[in-house]
Nanobody, 115 residues
Framework: QVQLVESGGGLVQAGGSLRLSCAAS????????MGWYRQAPGKQRELVTT???????NYADSVKGRFTISRDNAKNTVYLQMNSLKPEDTAVYYC?????????WGPGTRVTVSS
């Protein structure tokens, strides 16, 4: 019954910003870890950032200082504020959520950064 739905992807110029959102719906009241992964063409999926239920975060070195993850536990929603975007940020971004033994993935939203 759990479903993750991403929104906010699109086309942006280098140096611009985008804000991604991911809402978890279904029977789950509150997820544990939530986060974002991305997959660029021809490359494997990589971790971008995660946030724990209590708010602790981690970031990949490639996005540190540019991306900010946040969450609203009441809404089971996670956000990704992406600033100073670079062409190498171009990828399909996937929302991730964990609830105890179960992992959930969104269908992905495409982010394209033009130079």
């Amino acid at each position: 019954q759990v479903q993750l739905v991403e929104s906010g992807g699109g086309l942006v110029q280098a140096g611009g910003s985008l804000r991604l959102s991911c809402a978890a719906s279904g029977s789950i009241f509150s997820m544990n870890t939530m986060g974002w992964y991305r997959q660029a063409p021809g490359k494997q999926r990589e971790l971008v950032t995660t946030i724990l239920r209590g708010g602790s975060t981690n970031y990949a070195d490639s996005v540190k200082g540019r991306f900010t993850i946040s969450r609203d536990n009441a809404k089971n929603t996670v956000y990704l504020q992406m600033n100073s975007l670079k062409p190498e940020d171009t990828a399909v971004y996937y929302c991730y959520a964990n609830h105890y033994y179960s992992d959930y993935w969104g269908p992905g939203t495409r982010v394209t950064v033009s130079s």
